[in-house]
């Protein structure tokens, strides 16, 4: 008697669950109704006025005039739309599309704009001083978060991002205001992050300590260690060791009055020009040149690397090295361009929104950069809505950038998949 075997077809054995990723979606429904029910029935009945251009501006903008009611009932059938589009696409195992997200975002930031400033005592906005502004306030998000591509490209986690920052602002400070000198003072925040950096190699590269514990110990000691010399030296002398000179802004005539886009790109300081060359040189230095192959290729697989001839380890010391340098001019933003002092924890986390920058902007310079434009964005819009006297509660405006970092990161991000051997220690056999 033969007993009859059946074995399953290539097709057959070849096909697996499709694995969904339900979070884009639901966070997208969420927000969508959040849209009707705030934005289209919730709304003031008003008219928002947004400002273009500002009365000294060569080139005149009309004033752009929208009603809340019709803007937030045309909002939420797009977002409603855009959801319902996201569901049915992860329902058929497919990815949503690149755009869909940047889409849906744009939708509902000017939903809510309409809806917050046409709420307002006073409903209108300088707009161009809005964008303008939040590319200001993301300079420093910027720079630490392209200090954590380099870290985590070459497979170093970088959690100390937020005490690079802070060392770097404390370096400047003091030094700017002993010596009086701005190059000073960014070569001493230069430096300040970059003793922070190796503190982070030594102990992750060499003694192999789990780098996630290493950059939390780090954030915290510098925040006490900046938090005592303030109290101790700086406080008591404050003419001396915390009153650094300031940059001022580098207007090119005639097309820094272009509007909206004018004050972004032809009226910066060094720093804010600086921070564009940045976003390009590490762009092109990870995807054009030698160096950036041998980076990503020591953060994908260091074991392949190093058969190669590739110094996996030194490789990675240096790169964490340069990423506290960029870090650095990052820290000195906030004593020598945003406020001409020192002040305890003045970062105010926003280490941290760089790292979700990074990681919103999937480990990649002009997507990190989009990514930190976006919480300078919702940074700024919590002074801007808070000095317009809104409806909704100052102490919700001063939360809107860090809900913005948690939707982005937990829900709107996807699947992200960071370079394969990130947070892996090597050890050379």
Same mark, same amino acid.
């Not at 569901?87 to 809806?115: C, D, E, H, M, Q």
């Given at each position: 008697?033969?007993?009859?075997?059946?074995?399953?077809?290539?097709?057959?054995?070849?096909?697996?669950?499709?694995?969904?990723?339900?979070?884009?979606?639901?966070?997208?429904?969420?927000?969508?109704?959040?849209?009707?029910?705030?934005?289209?029935?919730?709304?003031?009945?008003?008219?928002?006025?947004?400002?273009?251009?500002?009365?000294?501006?060569?080139?005149?903008?009309?004033?752009?005039?929208?009603?809340?009611?019709?803007?937030?009932?045309?909002?939420?059938?797009?977002?409603?739309?855009?959801?319902?589009?996201?569901?049915?696409?992860?329902?058929?195992?497919?990815?949503?599309?690149?755009?869909?997200?940047?889409?849906?975002?744009?939708?509902?930031?000017?939903?809510?704009?309409?809806?917050?400033?046409?709420?307002?005592?006073?409903? +209108?906005?300088?707009?161009?001083?809005?964008?303008?502004?939040?590319?200001?306030?993301?300079?420093?998000?910027?720079?630490?978060?392209?200090?954590?591509?380099?870290?985590?490209?070459?497979?170093?986690?970088?959690?100390?991002?937020?005490?690079?920052?802070?060392?770097?602002?404390?370096?400047?400070?003091?030094?700017?205001?002993?010596?009086?000198?701005?190059?000073?003072?960014?070569?001493?925040?230069?430096?300040?992050?970059?003793?922070?950096?190796?503190?982070?190699?030594?102990?992750?590269?060499?003694?192999?300590?789990?780098?996630?514990?290493?950059?939390?110990?780090?954030?915290?000691?510098?925040?006490?260690?900046?938090?005592?010399?303030?109290?101790?030296?700086?406080?008591? +002398?404050?003419?001396?060791?915390?009153?650094?000179?300031?940059?001022?802004?580098?207007?090119?005539?005639?097309?820094?009055?272009?509007?909206?886009?004018?004050?972004?790109?032809?009226?910066?300081?060094?720093?804010?020009?600086?921070?564009?060359?940045?976003?390009?040189?590490?762009?092109?230095?990870?995807?054009?040149?030698?160096?950036?192959?041998?980076?990503?290729?020591?953060?994908?697989?260091?074991?392949?690397?190093?058969?190669?001839?590739?110094?996996?380890?030194?490789?990675?010391?240096?790169?964490?090295?340069?990423?506290?340098?960029?870090?650095?001019?990052?820290?000195?933003?906030?004593?020598?361009?945003?406020?001409?002092?020192?002040?305890?924890?003045?970062?105010?986390?926003?280490?941290?929104?760089?790292?979700?920058?990074?990681?919103?902007?999937?480990?990649?310079?002009?997507?990190?950069?989009?990514?930190?434009?976006?919480?300078?964005?919702?940074?700024?819009?919590?002074?801007?809505?808070?000095?317009?006297?809104?409806?909704?509660?100052?102490?919700?405006?001063?939360?809107?950038?860090?809900?913005?970092?948690?939707?982005?990161?937990?829900?709107?991000?996807?699947?992200?998949?960071?370079?394969?051997? +990130?947070?892996?220690?090597?050890?050379?056999?």
């Amino acid at each position: 008697m033969s007993t009859a075997t059946t074995t399953p077809s290539p097709r057959t054995a070849s096909i697996a669950p499709a694995i969904r990723n339900w979070g884009a979606p639901v966070t997208l429904a969420v927000l969508a109704l959040v849209a009707l029910f705030g934005f289209a029935l919730g709304s003031p009945h008003a008219t928002a006025r947004f400002r273009i251009s500002a009365d000294a501006d060569a080139i005149k903008v009309p004033d752009v005039l929208l009603g809340t009611t019709v803007v937030g009932w045309i909002t939420a059938v797009v977002l409603l739309a855009l959801a319902a589009y996201a569901f049915v696409l992860t329902s058929r195992a497919k990815p949503n599309p690149r755009w869909l997200v940047p889409a849906f975002a744009a939708v509902w930031v000017i939903a809510f704009l309409v809806w917050v400033i046409g709420s307002a005592n006073n409903p +209108n906005v300088y707009f161009s001083g809005l964008v303008a502004g939040s590319f200001t306030l993301a300079i420093p998000l910027i720079f630490g978060s392209l200090s954590g591509v380099l870290c985590e490209r070459s497979g170093v986690i970088n959690i100390a991002i937020e005490g690079q920052l802070l060392a770097g602002a404390f370096g400047a400070a003091i030094v700017g205001s002993i010596t009086q000198s701005l190059l000073a003072g960014v070569l001493a925040a230069v430096l300040a992050s970059v003793v922070v950096s190796m503190v982070l190699a030594v102990f992750s590269i060499k003694y192999l300590v789990n780098q996630v514990i290493v950059g939390v110990v780090l954030n915290v000691l510098v925040a006490g260690l900046t938090s005592f010399l303030f109290s101790t030296v700086m406080k008591d +002398n404050s003419a001396l060791f915390n009153s650094p000179p300031s940059f001022h802004n580098i207007r090119i005539p005639g097309l820094a009055d272009i509007p909206v886009f004018g004050p972004i790109l032809f009226d910066q300081t060094i720093l804010g020009y600086g921070m564009y060359l940045a976003v390009f040189l590490v762009w092109f230095g990870l995807f054009k040149t030698r160096w950036g192959l041998r980076v990503r290729a020591v953060g994908e697989h260091p074991k392949a690397a190093d058969t190669v001839g590739i110094k996996v380890n030194t490789m990675r010391f240096w790169n964490v090295t340069l990423a506290g340098v960029v870090a650095g001019v990052g820290g000195a933003f906030f004593t020598l361009v945003t406020s001409s002092s020192f002040n305890k924890e003045m970062t105010a986390g926003q280490g941290f929104i760089a790292l979700a920058a990074l990681i919103f902007g999937r480990w990649n310079p002009i997507g990190a950069f989009f990514a930190a434009l976006l919480f300078g964005f919702s940074l700024n819009l919590s002074f801007v809505l808070t000095i317009l006297g809104t409806p909704v509660p100052s102490q919700f405006m001063q939360m809107l950038p860090y809900v913005v970092t948690v939707f982005a990161v937990a829900g709107l991000a996807g699947k992200s998949r960071p370079p394969a051997s +990130n947070g892996i220690p090597y050890v050379k056999e």
